[in-house]
């Protein structure tokens, strides 16, 4: 029930986890804001997003699908959508592992954007 797995989030410290997390980390990942090609950056708790706009011969969803492909090269799995990438750590993350995602994901977007 509802009730029950929310008081269990609470009393497992996951719910400050992942706002620790997302204050930490989200705003590492909002330094892409205003880049090039970088139309938003949005989140909440764990599930942010990066949406991308087209420039030149390339859409948006040519330039997701790139940085994606960056990401799996590196060992992250990232939901690739149309211009979108979307990205939803697992409430039980570790901090270590959250910064991997957020390192590997802006490496991969600083990348895609400087070969264009």
């Known amino acids: 029930d509802g009730d029950l797995a929310g008081g269990r989030a609470e009393r497992d410290g996951l719910v400050d986890q992942v706002r620790r997390n997302a204050e930490r980390h989200f705003s590492r990942l909002s330094t892409l804001r205003g880049l090039p090609q970088v139309r938003d950056v949005r989140g909440a708790g764990h599930m942010w997003g990066l949406e991308f706009a087209g420039a030149g011969a390339r859409d948006g969803a040519a330039v997701a699908c790139e940085v994606a492909s960056r990401c799996f090269a590196a060992g992250l799995l990232v939901l690739q959508a ?5 990205i939803n750590p697992p409430l039980v993350a570790s901090d270590s592992e959250i910064e991997f995602v957020v390192e590997t994901l802006c490496a ?7 070969a264009s």
């Open 108 to 114: 991969a977007v600083r990348e895609t954007l400087a």
């Open 82 to 86: 149309d211009n979108l990438i979307r």
